[in-house]
Structure formats: structure tokens, C-alpha cells
């Protein structure tokens, strides 16, 4: 029986993980730990390991806590973080560690497997996001696995450039898919009943991380977006409801949450802030709202399976393979106020129908479970 540990530090990344451990969890060719950390145990940032506990996972997590501050430089954390999981992998033995992604923590979990021997299959590897330090993290993480699983056979590419093995490399698509075919979305009186939110004639969701390669962290770039929704809404008066939530922790994310406040409290009656929506409420608001703005790599990837328009803002997501139509900003107010309005006005949208086989889509964890085994 090999012994498993699925590795999770964001809402994001377990909503992505999630169908790929209830099918781990009911392989009776596996034994298998979650291992929960990061933002995850924050109450800052909603205390999603709930979440999971909600999933029916309580009994199999291990928690690794580190005081996440605005205080702590991210090479700071990163050496905490690859020294408390190298002291809990001393004690905990696994043949395979699970992880999803780019993020620092991600890193430092990858780090501490591979200094301790434990075999790792990483996922959504071979990416590129050439405005974050996470693009060559993501790099050293598939240098350090053993298995790859790909979104796109664009990645798949990535990765074989970077001398992984080839027969152990596989394209599963985007994990998004999972989720696809295992969830209820909600109607609009059900997301509001959920989450409070009034509905406008124009429904936002923007979701704006900091982007740790650029020198301001972006901020300028936000604050121009922030400039322009208040001069839509407040003076051409155009019927705009906004839903927030917060940025990833990285340097420069209190300034962007102390900017979605103040907006907030001026603008009470139109937008909504979140610390996290959760996976299901998420996605609802990519099949229920007008247009998502922001940096986030759910434009690129997650939105292109919803009929929502995107503007992605900045170099954050630069290079990144994307799964539908997504329009670019350089984030001078007068791009963003006129492709706002151009989106606003236009009725057309292309989804990716290239995942997309007889009707049915093809489940991602299936291919990692069989290609583990």
C-alpha cells in the first residue's frame, strides 16, 4: 500500500486538489494524509483549513503552522517553512508527496521531499508567469519531481526542456476540469442567499495579487483599477456592483487589502469584499458575473470553461497559456476605463471547447491515480 501526503497551503490550490482526494481517500491502494498549512490556518485570510474539514478530512490532516505577518520576508518564511516540513517528514514516512502549483510554500514542501527521498508528482507544472518569482519556483519544483502532470501540452513541452522523464510526464488538462464535473453551481438567488451579494445590471469579481517581479508590487497598477470603477460608478453613473477578495499573502498584499477597505467604505452599497469565497461560491460568480478583473490565473485557466470576460492587468500572468478569450491592460487608467467599457458593450465570447471529448471531459485525477499507482 503506498503511504501518500497531499500537500495544501491556499484556498485555491485545495478547491483544485479536492476531487483528486476523495478518489485518493477511496483507493484502497493508498493510505493518505493531507498535509495543511500556510494561509489555510490564518484567520486574515478565512481560515479555510475549515473547509476541508467540512470536506469530511478531519481525521487524516496534519497541520504545520508558521505565523504568517506582513512582517516575514518570503525568503524568511521559505527557510521556516523547509524546516518545519523537513522535522515533520523525519517523523512522518510517505512514498509520494502531492503539489499543486508555484507558491513559495509549495517550494519548500518540494524542497524538504526531495532532501528526505520522498518521490514527488507535481501538477500544473511547465507554466509560465514571467511577472511573479513563483514562474522559475514552479521550474525548481518540476527539476525536484518525479512525476508531471500538465495542463497543456504547451507545458508538457516546458517540462521536458527542463530534462524530467518522459515517461513519467502526462497531460491531464487543466484540474479545473475535476471540479467541473463533480459541482453545483449556484443560481443567482442562491449565491446571493450565500453570500449577501446584491446583483447589478454590470457584476465584477476582481481578484489582484501583488506581482513580486515588478518593483512598485503592481500597486500602481490597482490603484489606477480602483480609480476608474470610482469614476464609473460615481460619476457616469453606470449600474456596477463589485465583489472583492483578497490577494495571495506575498509582499505588497496589505497594501492591496487596506485599498479594497477604503474603496469598500466609500462605495458601501455596491461592493462586497471576501476574504475567501471558497471553491464553490467562486465559481458560481465565473458563471453568474459579467467580467473578472485582476491578475489571477483563474482568468487564464478557470474562466475560459464559464461565459465570463476577462481583463487581465499587467505582466503578473505574462507568457501563461490561456484556456479562453482574456484581453490585456498595461493598467493606465485610460486602458483599463476603455476596454472596461469596450467588454461591457460587446455580446460575443469564445470558449475553449479543446478539452472537450464527446460530450464528456476527461477527468485529471483519473490520469494521475492510474499513472501513480
Known amino acids: 500500500m503506498k503511504k501518500i501526503i497531499v500537500f495544501t497551503s491556499t484556498r485555491a490550490e485545495y478547491g483544485l486538489l479536492r476531487n483528486l482526494i476523495f478518489k485518493l481517500v477511496n483507493n484502497e491502494d ?10 489555510h490556518l490564518s484567520k486574515k485570510y478565512g481560515l479555510t483549513k475549515n473547509e476541508i474539514y467540512e470536506d469530511g478530512f478531519k481525521n487524516i490532516i496534519d497541520k504545520v503552522s508558521i505565523p504568517i505577518s506582513s512582517k516575514n520576508v518570503i525568503s524568511e518564511l521559505t527557510g521556516m517553512f523547509i524546516k518545519k516540513f523537513s522535522t515533520y517528514l523525519k517523523s ?39 511577472g511573479a518569482i513563483d514562474n522559475k519556483l514552479r521550474h525548481c519544483i518540476t527539476l525536484m519531481s518525479t512525476f508531471h502532470f500538465t495542463s497543456h501540452k504547451n507545458h508538457l513541452l516546458k517540462v521536458a526542456s527542463l530534462e524530467a522523464i518522459k515517461k513519467k510526464s502526462y497531460i491531464t488538462g487543466p484540474m479545473i476540469i475535476d471540479t467541473l464535473n463533480n459541482i453545483k453551481l449556484y443560481s443567482r438567488n ?12 454590470y457584476n465584477f469579481l476582481i481578484t489582484y495579487h501583488p506581482v513580486t517581479k515588478q518593483k512598485d508590487l503592481g500597486i500602481m497598477q490597482f490603484m489606477n483599477l480602483l480609480k476608474v470603477l470610482d469614476d464609473l460608478m460615481n460619476n457616469e453613473k453606470m449600474p456596477i456592483n463589485i465583489l472583492f477578495t483578497y490577494p495571495n499573502f506575498d509582499e505588497g498584499n496589505e497594501e492591496i487589502i487596506n485599498n479594497i477597505k477604503k474603496f469598500n467604505r466609500k462605495n458601501l452599497q455596491n461592493t462586497f469584499v471576501f476574504e475567501s469565497l471558497g471553491q464553490q461560491k467562486y465559481l458560481s460568480a465565473l458563471k453568474l458575473f459579467n467580467l473578472i478583473l485582476g491578475n489571477s490565473s483563474s482568468g487564464i485557466i478557470e474562466a475560459g470553461f464559464f461565459d465570463i470576460k476577462v481583463l487581465n492587468i499587467g505582466d503578473r500572468q505574462k507568457g501563461r497559456t490561456r484556456f479562453g478569450e482574456v484581453i490585456d491592460s498595461k493598467g493606465t487608467k485610460k486602458d483599463l476605463k476603455n476596454k472596461i467599457k469596450k467588454m461591457l458593450s460587446k455580446n460575443d465570447k469564445k470558449i475553449d471547447k479543446r478539452l472537450i471529448k464527446n460530450n464528456k471531459i476527461i477527468s485529471p485525477s483519473d490520469i494521475i491515480l492510474k499513472a501513480i499507482h
Do not use: P
Not at 493508498?30 to 494561509?39: A, E, P, Q, S, Y
Not at 512514498?95 to 510554500?105: N, P, S, T, V
Not at 442562491?190 to 445590471?201: A, I, L, P, R, S
Open 30 to 39: 493508498f493510505t493518505v494524509k493531507i498535509l495543511v498549512t500556510g494561509t
Open 190 to 201: 442562491d449565491f446571493t442567499k450565500q453570500t449577501n451579494y446584491e446583483f447589478n445590471k
Open 92 to 130: 512522518n514516512i510517505y512514498d509520494l508527496a502531492i503539489i499543486l502549483g508555484d507558491r513559495f510554500e509549495a517550494f519548500a514542501m518540494a524542497s524538504a521531499c526531495f532532501l528526505n527521498n520522498i518521490e514527488i508528482a507535481h501538477i500544473h507544472g511547465g507554466e509560465v508567469s514571467e
